[in-house]
């Protein structure tokens, strides 16, 4: 896989991942659904799960490709908070579209 390959299939990842708790009721996208939906502390939760098992997706990926590179807090801040930025789409969907309701 080239470098350019691996990086859009990390923010492929990342935005699928941003965006599948506020898709879905089932719990981790796999699990029971939920009886009455989910709260919102609820998807923020798998979202810092998704968060973190996308970051192993990327290590993973950079370790095949070499050498891994030491991060900094900077580095974490800054993806923590595109990762927020990927996932509007979805709270968008979930919780400003007004579904059914006809103007």
């Known amino acids: 896989m080239t470098q350019s390959a691996a990086v859009w299939l990390v923010i492929l990842a990342a935005l699928v991942a941003a ?4 898709v879905n009721d089932r719990w981790l996208a796999v699990g029971a659904q939920a009886s009455r939906g ?3 502390f609820a998807r923020a939760l798998e979202m810092l799960l998704l968060y973190f098992l996308v970051g192993g997706l990327a290590l993973l990926i950079e370790k095949r490709a070499g050498q891994i590179a030491p ?26 579209m007004h579904r059914g309701r006809r103007h």
């Open 38 to 40: 989910k709260p919102f």
């Open 71 to 96: 991060q900094g807090w900077e580095f974490y801040a800054v993806t923590a908070a595109l990762f927020i930025t990927l996932a509007f789409p979805g709270f968008v969907y979930r919780y400003l």
């Open 19 to 22: 965006n599948l708790p506020f």
